[in-house]
């Protein structure tokens, strides 16, 4: 594998919101890579940070505790700056400018052109598991194994935004400038090759250098089992 930087330069830093969800697994798919993260539980944890990634967790809650723990306001700003995000299942609801059957206190950051339709594809009962398609990845198969837990649905793409992979013929993973979102959880799969392509998109860019491509394995391992899979988006 090879880090997201330039030789003799510092990889860069990928803070990781730790207030919900699986931000532990999305650690290690990033460590895999060799880029190193933070955790993501204060506005302090943001300071140097060169990328974010949101994880999944049940979006009404985790737009509750980005505002008690001061960090609403300070991710918008850095967002609205051009800080490279990943927001994965709730991650995308939290990121989408407009959120069908939301509670009327659902926050969001209207950071990438697309409607979304919260646990658009049932309860926890109709999760699923399936291979996607997907452009760009940096090596091995084109298909990536994709963890559907009550993801939302996109209902909407707006100009500007690419999609990326589709199940049905229905986005699930869209990119709009610095911001990647994914319907399902990535860093369930034990396939670090979506991490991978996160980084390329902007590790080129840092300290006015050139990177190194990052390159994500000859694909997929056997995916998580177990309590992971249980949790909410």
Request: hydrophobic share 40%; net charge negative; proline share 6%.
């Amino acid at each position: 594998m090879t880090t997201a930087s330039a030789a003799g330069a510092p990889a860069p830093l990928v803070g990781v919101l730790a207030l919900q969800g699986a931000f532990a697994s999305h650690q290690e798919r990033l460590a895999q890579l060799g880029a190193p993260t933070r955790q993501v539980r204060t506005p302090a944890d943001l300071a140097g940070v060169d990328a974010l990634v949101m994880p999944g967790g049940e979006s009404t809650t985790m737009s509750k505790l980005l505002v008690t723990s001061g960090l609403y306001d300070p991710i918008g700003e850095l967002v609205t700056d051009g800080l490279p995000v990943l927001g994965t299942c709730a991650g995308m609801i939290l990121l989408a400018t407009e959120v069908l059957d939301s509670r009327p206190d659902q926050l969001s950051y209207g950071a990438i052109d697309i409607t979304v339709r919260r646990n658009g594809y049932g309860r926890q009962l109709d999760s699923f598991e399936t291979e996607l398609v997907m452009r760009d990845l940096p090596v091995g198969s084109a298909t990536f194994h994709g963890v559907f837990i009550r993801a939302p649905k996109v209902e909407r793409v707006g100009q500007g935004v690419e999609v990326l992979a589709e199940h049905d013929g229905v986005p699930v993973l869209l990119r709009q400038r610095a911001v990647t979102v994914a319907a399902f959880h990535p860093e369930l799969s034990n396939d670090h090759r979506l991490h991978a392509q996160f980084l390329n998109t902007f590790a080129s860019t840092l300290d006015g250098g050139e990177a190194a491509t990052v390159q994500g394995g000859s694909g997929p391992s056997e995916p998580q089992t177990g309590s992971e899979r249980t949790r909410s988006s």
